[in-house]
């Protein structure tokens, strides 16, 4: 008898890619194995531990309505919910969870299942169904998913704007985790948020000054500081902004924005030489990033203020020239997604190999927009929408492969029933010339006769033809007039012949009793034999009802679900086309956000430069 | 002053681009009610496919493989200490009816438990002779090939047969056991 891992660890697998190495090590270790008692469910197991979702949870779904998976009813339903869960179809997994779950005796599966669902809903943008989650944790959860959880909740008070919940809730954290860094943060930017920028300074500023032990935490600090920078530059305070901006890591993702930042502090304390140092740095970076953009502008604004005004004018110039080309980029960009390329592209990419909660798309397909998506990618809502729509391709594949199935079922049963219908006369013309009927009676008569020999202990009855012929023959002899005369020849001859006679009679006599039990033995093997046929005779004639009937029930079956495929076909050929639309108004909406943004960037760089050749024209005629 | 006035809209710029927050708050919000929508939708539909996909399955199985005639087999694997399994081949009645390479996640998975169907067959009733064959790497790292031959009696229903390769720890070898379920 198989032994899997038990239901508890099998739960936890199907959430347990949500949690870092060494949780996730923890989830592995515990839980009593599960004993595989049904085949089929031993079958869905080797599915789901390759994290084949769809195939698995079909074979679920048939092996629960075909009762096959008995001895395992409560395992499976648990089983279903994570395998749902992970298949990204959240809302049945939680229904399937809320069923059961509520009189789940081992309350540490069920607030960790609810866990995983908040968290799985906080990313899907389900604010309300995870806070409902959350409420539902009754019991401690493990330390670390405590921690995980109390930042799930304060994250979703911050996305609601209750900002003075989400600082009450933060600001008891205790310790020097890796979490407690985190909730520091998060407490930061909600005392931000809510015009707190003084508590906040102390908070960031801890922060932003800590040791990192790790990439994470160093990008953490990386953050602190920048949020800090700018919170106090829009509170008026370059001069305290700048040490902030200054402690981000000059390689890192938020590098560019934190130059910007401290040349922007500087010119605020109107050192414009200072202020170059950082922006004419950005010069060289991607322009695709708004800091390095609005630097191009930065950067004549400061040489102006230090009357380099041919060399502003030069810069602004660059800077129209660079915003145009990329504004190009961006026009070339959108017209490509427009066509649709792009999403045939990411998923023609992709061998769909696998679906649901856990993928990601690991490589950008080459072309013009991929250097746009790399920001697109890492937000939740285009990963979840492409996820949907990879899904949905999925899905279309998936009945398309089955269309062509049951066009094949359809003829198959088809030529079934052609078969049949050619075989059945030559079937019944040769029941209608099996007498059965005929053979009982004859067997019953045999039987009866059997009776009367061993009643009368009819011995000659039994006997073999040789025999028989053989007491014929004495019986002859024994009639022959000459026997009768009366002399010694004829005696001697009458004594040999009744020697024969009773030799024959004690044989026969002797093996009647055997003779008879073996009659009687095949009799009952040809009854038995004949009650089989009789059988079997009932089953051909109950195949034969059935059958139409089964072509019949078949046929149904499969026409029927010939225009239920055609129909959810189409159902999800329109989900694809909404659901590319949405992604492509995402992507479209965040390329046309660069576009304005740099288009207000060159009405800007155009009125400074018309103000620097002012300045210019002003300058000369003073001169003159 | 006309530079002062090109500050004065470069930091607005900043400060706009910055903290257009409530604007931006409010796009989000719209996107993200569009996307729960949407994925609702998706929702309803994978569940559709799921159920369409079981009716499917269920059709094609009782079509091709009646419940009168059925026979199932099913490869596991318990510890996995001395055999890392490569392939199966099976043989019924002298004629080999499946051949199959396992992937390393496949034989991942057999290992935690799971239970693959290798084949199934329509068998008259009645009685027939298994022999499966199972090749892949033994003890010491060896190629490995052994065989179980195992007579089956046909009934009337379906029949499942397990083919568990189980660790021998006194032998330090590999065992094939060959079973029906209940």
């Known amino acids: 008898m198989r032994i899997a891992r038990s239901i508890a660890v099998t739960l936890s697998l199907c959430c347990v890619f949500l949690l870092p190495p060494a949780q996730s090590q923890a989830a592995d270790d515990d839980g009593e194995p599960t004993i595989v008692k049904d085949p089929h469910y031993g079958e869905v197991l080797f599915y789901f531990y390759q994290e084949d979702y769809f195939p698995a949870i079909v074979r679920l779904l048939a092996s629960q309505s075909q009762s096959n998976l008995d001895n395992h009813v409560d395992d499976s339903e648990l089983l279903l919910g994570g395998m749902y869960l992970s298949y990204g179809h959240h809302l049945e997994a939680a229904r399937i969870f809320e069923r059961l779950l509520a009189n789940n005796v081992n309350p540490e599966i069920r607030d960790r299942t609810w866990f995983f669902l908040a968290k799985i809903w906080m990313q899907r943008g389900y604010l309300e169904q995870s806070q409902q989650a959350l409420d539902r944790i009754e019991g401690e959860l493990p330390r670390n998913l405590q921690r995980e959880a109390l930042m799930l909740q304060a994250q979703i008070m911050i996305d609601a704007g209750d900002y003075p919940a989400a600082i009450a809730l933060l600001q008891n954290w205790q310790g020097e985790t890796e979490w407690a860094r985190y909730a520091k943060f998060n407490l930061g930017v909600a005392l931000v948020r809510n015009g707190q920028v003084d508590a906040a300074e102390e908070i960031l500023a801890d922060l932003g000054e800590m040791n990192p032990f790790n990439d994470e935490l160093g990008s953490l600090r990386d953050k602190a500081n920048l949020a800090l920078g700018y919170a106090l530059l829009q509170d008026g305070r370059p001069l305290a902004a700048k040490p902030a901006l200054q402690r981000v890591r000059l390689e890192g993702p938020f590098s560019n924005k934190a130059l910007l930042g401290v040349g922007w502090a500087d010119a605020e304390l109107e050192s414009y030489q200072r202020a170059l140092v950082p922006w004419m740095e950005l010069r060289s970076r991607d322009l695709l990033d708004s800091a390095v953009q609005e630097s191009m502008l930065a950067?004549?604004?400061?040489?102006?203020?230090l009357d380099s005004i041919s060399q502003a004018a030069d810069h602004y110039l660059n800077a129209i020239e660079a915003y145009y080309e990329e504004s190009n980029r961006l026009d070339r960009t959108i017209a490509h997604i427009d066509s649709g390329d792009m999403f045939r592209e990411f998923v023609s990419a992709d061998p769909l190999g696998s679906t649901g909660w856990y993928w990601r798309l690991e490589e950008l397909p080459d072309g013009p927009e991929a250097r746009y998506l790399f920001h697109l990618l890492s937000t939740h809502e285009f990963q979840e929408g492409l996820k949907n729509y990879r899904d949905l391709k999925y899905m279309h594949r998936n009945l398309d492969e089955w269309q062509q199935s049951v066009d094949v079922y359809a003829n198959m049963l088809e030529t079934r029933e052609q078969a049949y219908a050619e075989r059945l006369p030559r079937v019944e013309e040769t029941l209608a010339r099996a007498d059965l009927d005929g053979m009982v009676d004859?067997?019953?008569?045999?039987?009866s006769l059997l009776n009367d020999i061993e009643s009368s202990n009819d011995w000659l009855a039994l006997a073999t033809p040789a025999e028989f012929e053989m007491w014929g023959e004495i019986a002859g002899l024994e009639a022959t007039p000459a026997l009768s005369a009366d002399i010694p020849e004829a005696a001697e001859a009458r004594d040999k012949i009744a020697l024969l006679r009773g030799v024959l009679q004690w044989d026969l006599e002797k093996q009647f009793r055997d003779r008879l039990w073996r009659i009687r033995r095949n009799l009952r093997q040809t009854g038995e034999a004949l009650a089989q046929t009789q059988r079997a005779r009932r089953q051909i004639d109950e195949s034969m009802r059935q059958q139409p009937l089964e072509f019949?029930?078949?046929?149904?079956?499969?026409?029927?679900?010939?225009?239920?495929?055609e129909g959810m076909k189409i159902r999800i050929e329109d989900q694809i086309v909404e659901q590319r639309a949405y992604l492509r108004n995402i992507a479209v909406g965040e390329l046309q956000a660069q576009k304005?943004?740099?288009?207000?960037?060159?009405?800007?760089?155009r009125f400074a430069l018309a103000a620097v050749y002012d300045i210019a024209a002003t300058v000369g005629e003073v001169s003159e | 002053m006309i530079i002062r006035k090109v500050l004065s809209c470069l930091m607005a710029l900043m400060l706009v681009i910055s903290a257009s927050t409530s604007a931006q708050e409010a796009a989000e919000a719209e996107s993200r009610d569009q996307f729960r929508s949407l994925d609702r939708d998706v929702q309803d539909l994978k569940k559709e496919v799921l159920d369409l996909n079981r009716d499917l399955f269920l059709l094609e199985e009782e079509l091709l493989f009646p419940a009168n005639s059925q026979v199932a087999f099913f490869i596991s694997m318990d510890v996995g200490e001395y055999f890392?399994?490569?392939?199966?081949?099976?043989?019924?009645?002298?004629?080999?009816?499946a051949n199959y390479l396992y992937t390393d996640r496949e034989v991942d998975a057999l290992l935690q438990g799971g239970v693959h169907r290798v084949h199934m067959a329509n068998l008259k009733t009645g009685d027939h002779e298994l022999i499966a064959i199972f090749t892949g790497e033994g003890p010491h790292a060896r190629d490995y090939r052994r065989g179980a031959t195992l007579s089956i009696e046909k009934g009337i229903g379906a029949k499942y047969m397990e083919l568990e390769i189980t660790d021998r720890i006194k032998k330090q070898q590999p065992e094939f056991v060959v079973r029906e379920w209940e």
């Open chain 1, 552 to 565: 019949a029930a078949f046929s149904e079956r499969v026409y029927s679900l010939e225009p239920r495929i």
């Open chain 1, 442 to 447: 004859r067997k019953l008569e045999f039987d």
């Open chain 2, 84 to 97: 890392k399994l490569d392939s199966v081949s099976l043989q019924i009645d002298g004629k080999e009816v």
């Open chain 1, 596 to 605: 304005d943004r740099l288009d207000i960037y060159t009405v800007q760089a």
């Open chain 1, 299 to 305: 950067i004549p604004y400061a040489l102006a203020k």
